[in-house]
């Protein structure tokens, strides 16, 4: 199939269904679904697989594509977040981008996303509409936003105030992903961010201990400073 194409039209949407069939990997789907936690219908492509076929499609009018609003399985509305990575313009982005966020599904979803071509200054200017989200997956989005950027200037101010918001939180994907982001502040802001853990006991309780936990799972932490993290589970 031609997937670089000038404008995509609803009648390709059949055929591309068809093309993505092809790569059906069907001994794969049980373990696969099994890991993404979807509901979804799910071709269980390899990445590889689906990488390619991302890069062709934005080799032509990739936001045509996006417009088609494909969502009939977990591959489909994977390839519309990879193809957002294109995006250079922030406005265009948003845009889009609204409209992935009633689409994602799993965890998979948010983590597959980057924004390397958007200023970490608009990325950040996302971060707080997600996190007051009532959708999961919006929520861990905003979070994930925060750990990608974690290392730009300032940014460690607000993860470590934004970690209030969440005192109430529960869903399992956002304390995950809560988790990842605290423990990555611990390992490369150590001084700063366990001052924090001890000034501030509101902090989620879930939250704390799973950062503890991925700290101390870390290759980049002696032996003694993952002893030393224990005094900080609650």
Not at 20 to 49: G, H, S
């Amino acid at each position: 199939m031609n997937l670089i194409k000038d404008v995509w039209k609803d009648e390709d949407v059949e055929v591309f269904r068809q093309y993505l069939d092809n790569f059906k990997n069907v001994e794969k789907e049980a373990w696969a679904r099994r890991i993404l936690q979807t509901q979804l219908p799910l071709l269980a492509l390899k990445t590889k697989t689906m990488d390619e076929i991302v890069r062709a499609i934005a080799k032509g009018n990739y936001t045509s594509f996006l417009d088609l609003r494909l969502e009939g399985s977990y591959e489909e509305i994977a390839i519309y977040g990879k193809l957002l990575t294109y995006i250079k313009d922030f406005e265009e982005l948003k845009k889009y981008l609204e409209v992935y966020k009633e689409l994602m599904e799993n965890w998979a979803h948010c983590d597959l996303l980057n924004f390397h071509l958007i200023e970490p200054k608009d990325l950040l200017s996302l971060v707080d509409d997600c996190l007051y989200d009532k959708r999961v997956f919006v929520r861990r989005l905003g979070l994930f936003i925060l750990f990608i950027l974690l290392k730009e200037d300032g940014v460690l101010d607000r993860v470590l105030k934004r970690m209030l918001w969440l005192e109430e939180e529960n869903a399992y994907y956002v304390i995950m992903m809560s988790g990842w982001l605290l423990s990555e502040a611990i390992i490369l802001y150590e001084e700063r961010s366990l001052d924090y853990l001890k000034t501030h006991p509101q902090l989620n309780k879930k939250i704390v201990n799973k950062a503890i936990q991925k700290c101390r799972e870390s290759r980049r932490l002696s032996v003694d400073k993952k002893e030393m993290l224990r005094a900080y589970k609650r």
